[in-house]
């Protein structure tokens, strides 16, 4: 038995695609090898219409709908919010293993998440469906730090079962142009 998540939600996950930034780079040996500021660590601002203007270079996976659970203080300071804006920076959400191994979103050689610092939180929704609150880009919701818990449920196989992932706000640096 592994568990599972109570109250849930679910979370619109957008994974940063730095495979994807990393090919805009004509000589791959430039800043955008990586598609990230080397010093920053922030999608490079690439000029593709030569205008004179570096337009963001941040690619993202295609969006991925995650049941989550939302950290209980957190819930309640989300349910008191008028017009849906929060004035708070920090957010945690529990993800369970089994639906990220469901949606492929364990690397299944090294048994890491693939939820990783830099991907983007972009809407919460209740099990029905209905919004929760959209989180507008800039500044964004972005993950900070994940963190495998849980570890040793299950009689027969004990294995961990919850991801704790903690998002902040953020203002995108502007990178190079």
Partial sequence: MRGRLIYWFVAELHRLDAGAMAALDPDGAGPLASGLDPDFLEPVRVD???DGLGETGRMEHTPVQVPCQVEPEVLEALRMLPGGQSSR???RLVLHFRDLERLGLVDS???VALVQPGDRLGVLRDRQGGLV????DP???YVTETRATGFGLGRARPRRNLLLV???ARRQA???R
């Fill in 166 to 168: 903690t998002f902040e």
């Fill in 139 to 141: 500044p964004g919701m």
């Fill in 89 to 91: 920076g920090e957010l």
């Fill in 174 to 176: 502007a990178g190079r």
């Fill in 109 to 111: 050689a090294t048994g």
């Fill in 133 to 136: 609150q959209a989180f507008r």
């Fill in 48 to 50: 593709r219409d030569d």
